[in-house]
């Protein structure tokens, strides 16, 4: 069994996908900037009254950017609780993914690594569990197994689970499912020692290498609704329902657009136990990123896997890629890789917009910034703007800060190259008439420097999201709801809810 730790909070700041948010209203943000001189030996720690640089020890440094990634990891993880405690459907739906919210109930892990034990953790008599740690997994770590040890998810007492196929000379055993526990035997300081693969079908450690998980061609994304993720045949709710993935399933989506209520979709492939076959089969479909708002319920359906370990990008359009501060093709631009310039991207994540076919968007490490993978145009001119190398090998799971500080100082580069050339960059990566910013995750925060800036200024819908959003009619408009509320609002007919006005537009809006 090969298999990368799948919470890979380590390279971006953001969620290990242990504790993506849950939560529509709940934004992501990135830890504070840390910013480094041409020397990399001063850095200067945004948290501090005066911006003069401090001189900070390579320890000094990881321990900033570590601590930081751990207390949004926390605060989110609060988000969550709030948000799975509301969601219809999760009661009956027993999961220690979702009962255990605090730090010192999550016996699998310590300080958001995975635990290492000395031997299979066992439960007494009482109840209590006998854990013997001697280490930890950092995020981005791969390990091999040697065995596999199945336990009851309950009392902890060991499973004789046999395996379903022989691939040559290795016994192939059953995928993650509720149920049981998978611990598996690895090789640590030496010696045998053994850590957690799933808990009750939720995967802790990713299968295969890290390079599977940053390909192009294949976009592994993680259920975390309680009640699962709802297939159905077409992009409309009143499609055919194929099946209900369970919660904490992986699964590959595809594209990413906007139905006729309203809703984002995906388009999702994944493989499902067939229990009267005994074994697995092939799914297609679509599924809803997001709960149905009309319904009374706001939570995440569905969310990507980061990348377990930053790719290396080479830059191939001729007139270079064109760096964004946000997700959005309509966010400022802060710089321009040139040709065969090679990038370190940590994630990738859609677009708000074209609401038809949202566009492929890649995050450089160090919260450097946005490049699209092609230019927004109709096939067949949409070139690609970059290209994949591969995996980068000098990552350290175990020093993610000092990498992401060589990011930035790399950006800072070809953003003096820019000014430096002081040359006209033709925007090809962006439309004429941008729609939206990424009102889930990304977008700009547009009560900060507009008007009204300090006071609540909340979707009169939801009353959760920003107003990010202008309801248009005639040549006027209304800022009243956010993105995804106005949407549904134009999509059902629904008049203005301030004024009363027929809708004719949706648009995403900035404070400039």
């Not at 310590?110 to 930890?136: H, W, Y």
Request: net charge neutral; proline share 7%; with cysteine.
């Amino acid at each position: 069994i090969l298999g990368q730790l799948a919470s890979p909070s380590g390279i971006n700041g953001n969620l290990p996908p242990k504790y993506l948010i849950p939560n529509s209203n709940a934004r992501a943000s990135s830890p504070n900037r840390v910013s480094v001189n041409e020397s990399s030996s001063i850095v200067t720690d945004d948290r501090q009254e005066s911006s003069r640089p401090v001189a900070y020890s390579r320890n000094q440094k990881r321990s900033i950017w570590v601590r930081k990634c751990r207390e949004k990891e926390k605060e989110q993880r609060r988000e969550w609780r709030d948000s799975v405690l509301q969601i219809e459907g999760r009661h009956g739906v027993n999961h220690c993914m979702m009962d255990c919210f605090e730090e010192n109930e999550m016996w699998w892990q310590i300080d958001g690594q995975l635990s290492i034990f000395r031997d299979v953790p066992k439960m007494d008599d009482n109840g209590e569990l006998s854990l013997d740690a001697v280490g930890t997994l950092s995020p981005g770590a791969t390990v091999v197994a040697t065995d596999i040890v199945f336990l009851d998810s309950i009392s902890f007492r060991p499973l004789v689970v046999p395996p379903t196929a022989l691939n040559g000379d290795n016994n192939v055993y059953p995928k993650p499912k509720r149920g049981y526990i998978q611990i598996i035997r690895i090789e640590h300081g030496g010696r045998s020692c053994f850590t957690t693969l799933s808990l009750d079908g939720y995967w802790l450690l990713a299968p295969g290498l890290p390079g599977v998980y940053v390909d192009p061609h294949a976009w592994y994304w993680r259920v975390l609704c309680p009640a699962g993720a709802f297939l159905r045949e077409g992009l409309e709710l009143n499609t055919r329902h194929i099946e209900t993935i369970p919660y904490g399933s992986l699964v590959r989506v595809s594209r990413r657009t906007v139905n006729s209520q309203g809703l984002m979709r995906l388009r999702i492939s994944a493989k499902i136990e067939d229990r009267q076959k005994n074994k697995q089969r092939s799914i297609d479909g679509w599924c809803s990123e997001y709960l149905n708002p009309q319904s009374g319920q706001r939570g995440i359906v569905l969310a990507p896997v980061p990348f377990p370990v930053p790719a290396l990008y080479r830059v191939t359009l001729p007139i270079g890629a064109l760096i964004r501060s946000s997700i959005e093709l309509s966010s400022p631009q802060i710089g321009v890789a040139p040709i065969n310039a090679v990038l370190s991207i940590c994630g990738r994540a859609f677009s708000e917009h074209p609401v038809d076919r949202c566009i492929e968007r890649l995050q450089l490490a160090g919260n450097g910034g946005w490049i699209s993978v092609r230019l927004n145009r109709p096939p067949p001119n949409d070139d690609l703007v970059v290209e994949l190398i591969g995996v980068d090998g000098n990552y350290d799971p175990d020093n993610p800060g000092l990498y992401h500080l060589e990011a930035q100082r790399m950006l800072r580069q070809y953003q003096q190259q820019e000014r430096a050339g002081a040359r006209d960059f033709e925007d090809l990566s962006s439309i004429e008439s941008a729609e939206s910013e990424n009102s889930r995750k990304n977008k700009l925060d547009t009560t900060k420097d507009g008007p009204d800036s300090g006071t609540s200024r909340k979707c009169l819908i939801c009353l959760t999201e920003d107003r990010n959003a202008t309801i248009v009619h005639g040549e006027t408009g209304h800022v009243a709801c956010c993105l995804v509320c106005a949407r549904i609002l134009k999509a059902r007919g629904d008049k203005c809810p301030v004024c009363r006005l027929n809708i004719d537009l949706v648009i995403q809006h900035f404070w400039a």
